[in-house]
């Protein structure tokens, strides 16, 4: 059974930094690819990070420039550095992992930016 926690998350200014981290329960070579999706309230889950096997990345363009996902396959974590953060940031953050055809989540960690 995959587990994947999410933590890092929490309250920060507009302008400021975080960095959640996901930590698998095994290795993270078994996952075709990694993400961190958000869900803002109202609104639908969508993508803001994905990483491939081979390390390969892309960005919501929201975030390009500001964000920067990457993982250590030693540690078993994946990581979001979320810069210059901003108020419409502010949602819950999940992490995904695909074993395709399979995909598992993270309970998700909070992240909320003030004005």
């Known amino acids: 059974q995959v587990q994947l926690v999410e933590s890092g998350g929490g309250l920060v200014q507009a302008g400021g930094s975080l960095r959640l981290s996901c930590a698998a329960s095994?290795?993270?070579?078994?996952?075709?690819?990694m993400g961190w999706y958000r869900q803002a309230p109202g609104k639908q889950r969508e993508l803001v990070a994905s990483i491939a096997i081979g390390g390969s990345t892309n960005y919501a363009d929201s975030v390009k420039g500001r964000f920067t996902i990457s993982k250590d396959n030693a540690k078993n974590t994946m990581y979001l550095q979320m810069n210059s953060l901003k108020p419409e940031d502010t949602a819950v953050y999940y992490c995904a992992a695909d074993n395709t055809p399979l995909r598992y989540w993270g309970q998700g960690t909070q992240v909320t930016v003030s004005s």
């Open positions: 095994g290795s993270i070579f078994r996952f075709n690819a």
